[in-house]
């Protein structure tokens, strides 16, 4: 049994309390947790009552151990099964739906990445409910706190669906503890669903950088660039002097600087690292969606009246082609 958890719970009946049942899909890749979904372990803790974890996939049994050591899982249900692995959403959504129906869950949370964007959808849509996306905050078991119009605007919601099918803002649940716990481990079913859609291939962007979503420091690049040869000549050295993920504005991403893994905003990831260091970003609101809510936010802009500056803590008025490699080297003299 995990001890008691570091995140406070919502204040209400103890009744209440105890029928209340959570599902938290985890995500897994090539036999390892990825951590940034225990975000919806964490969302869960915070609604309280019993949460179970899921994971499907070839050989997981081993990453269902892993995550039984995460804290607030009480059990960790596995199937087994390399059509999983992929997430294609056509059969992991019978896959979940089966296991939801036969544990009975209230809800059901995800990571709102793209694994869960994918799903999650497609599981309310079959168990005939509305989906609830992005939540930042849970007011109560069926009252959810949501952004909308990149962040412009905070909607409540509230469903009285049942199983309510969540998707959780990795940056507004911060992971718990990934060691303490001691679920059990139990297979899961598997309705070994029919696939019309079949996994081709993929192209990753390999990086021994830290993972943009979850990174301390983030160090961001936009089309004041100019081309990739910068973006590639000038970013990196930032980022390794401070450690850091590196992530880019879409236009920069859309002009082919970087890749569109490292899209922040809107329609990219979303960051809430201790430092959001970006340079030659105008602070576009669908850019400021995905990274407003990091600790400090710094920026360098040739232009004094660029929007960055308004959420900046910190603003370097000047030409990057020169502020960035003299911050590199100040940096790395240190
Ligand atoms: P620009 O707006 O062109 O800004 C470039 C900045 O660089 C300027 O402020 C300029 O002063 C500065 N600069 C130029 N040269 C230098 C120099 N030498 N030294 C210092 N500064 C310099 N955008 C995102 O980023 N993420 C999203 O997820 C996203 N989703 C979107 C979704 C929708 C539906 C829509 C409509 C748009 C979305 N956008 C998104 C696009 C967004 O509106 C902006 O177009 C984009 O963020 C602009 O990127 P930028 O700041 O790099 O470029």
Redesign the pocket.
Known sequence: QAGPSPIPRLSRNAAIQRLLSTLAVLEQREGKLNMSSLAAVSAAQKLGGTIHGFVAGSNVKAVAEEAAKVEGLEKVIYVDNGAYDKGLPENYAPLLIENIKKGGYTHVFAGHSAFGKNLMPRVAALMDVQQISDITAIEGEDTFVRPIY?GNAILTVQSSDNPKIVTVRGTAFASGAAEGGSASVEEGVDPKAECPTEWVSEDLQKSDRPDLATAERVVSG???L?SKEEFDRLMPPLADALNAAIGA????VDSGFADNSL??????KNVAPQLYLC?????????L??MKDSKVIAC????GD?P?FQVADVGLV????E?VPELTEKLKSA
């Open positions: 990149a936009g089309r004041g100019k504005s879409r236009a920069a899209q922040v905003g809107q329609t990219g340079a030659g970003i105008s602070g576009a609101i669908q850019h969606a995905g360098i802009n040739k232009d660029a960055i000047g030409d990057l082609f502020k």
